[in-house]
């Protein structure tokens, strides 16, 4: 047996472990760096021929943390009236632990299912479902922690379920968990009590965008009329912005933070928008209806916004104008990797393409599914590409170089 020199194991390392023998994370629903993109690059775009993996794991559209080899997600099971919240081997699907509940199927318009997505902080994960039980369970095991019914706790929070249920994933910014459910919530993620509520900005789905401005810490939120920016520190109203057109109440797109700007987007409105804080208000840069978003948003990459205008993929600028659009996709979901877009196809198909504003540039494509809805974004971790469709099927496919 031939045995590799010191030189070539380190030369191979990258490919192993990633760059500089670098692993990586991608710890709650907008990744590490709560931005929305991967930093991966080593990684292939064509993949394997045959999946990783897959496993079903229940009705819905929650997409996957993983970490420290561990991926969480969450499905319903139609039969039990179960919510479970899933503890996988990231690289063989094996199940780890599976965390059950009553619930209902939340099937207005659609088939339901969980659409939140678990997020973790070291040893333990924090997980919310549509009828707001916030739950923080250990990693290794799933026992609870601590529940935090959110809904009998009612009189001291006022809150209303929203049509579509809670639905925004639980956003982790330092000790704290920021939660959208119409108010915006701060949990002490040590005991799950609320530290500040913020006034009713109506239903809401999109989990909420933490930035910094002039040094302070707020919040942003695409919400039932518009958009909230309140402080992270008590949940005080810094300003508000209202859209001209009236939403039919799914506003679930993270906004996206463009050098000190938010970009939002929703459908439903219909309207994608450019603002800027200033002198306590939020000022229009730019609105039009060229990106208007369902459900998981826009990724920026070098100065060019990704997405999904309905069924149409496209390309905007800074400015709000049209770079290229592609039709024929179908309405699906946008991962970033470095200078390559992951796309969840709404066809059923994964889709690899290069992020480039020139034009639609497609470098691989393979069909993973062949039912339900594909609104769950894909996600990029150490090389291997986890898709899931509405139906519960978790697929893993290997894009490692």
Known sequence: MRLLSLATVLALAPALFGRGGETYSWPQWDGPKRSGTSTESDWNSEGKEKDLWRVETGLGYSTVSISDGRLFTMGYDVEKGLDSVWCLDPMSGEVKWQHSYPSKIWNQAHEGGTVNTPSIDGDVIYSLNREGNLFCLKAATGEVVWHNALMEEDNMHELEIPTWGFSASPLLVGDDLILNCGRILSIDKESGDVLWRSKDYGHAYGTPLAFEQDGKPLIAVL?????????????????????????????????VLIDGSIFVCTRTLPSAARLRIEEGKLVTEWENREMVTSFSGCVLVEGFLYGFDGEVLKCVDEAGERAWMERGIGNGAVLAAGDRLIVMGGTGELIVTKATETKYDELSKVKLFDEGNYWTKPILVNGIIYCRSSKGTLVARDHRE
């Open 223 to 255: 919400n039932g009329f518009g958009v909230a920016v309140v402080n992270q520190e008590d949940g005080s109203e810094v300003c508000t912005k209202e859209f001209a057109g009236k939403s039919l109440g799914i506003n679930a797109a993270t906004p």
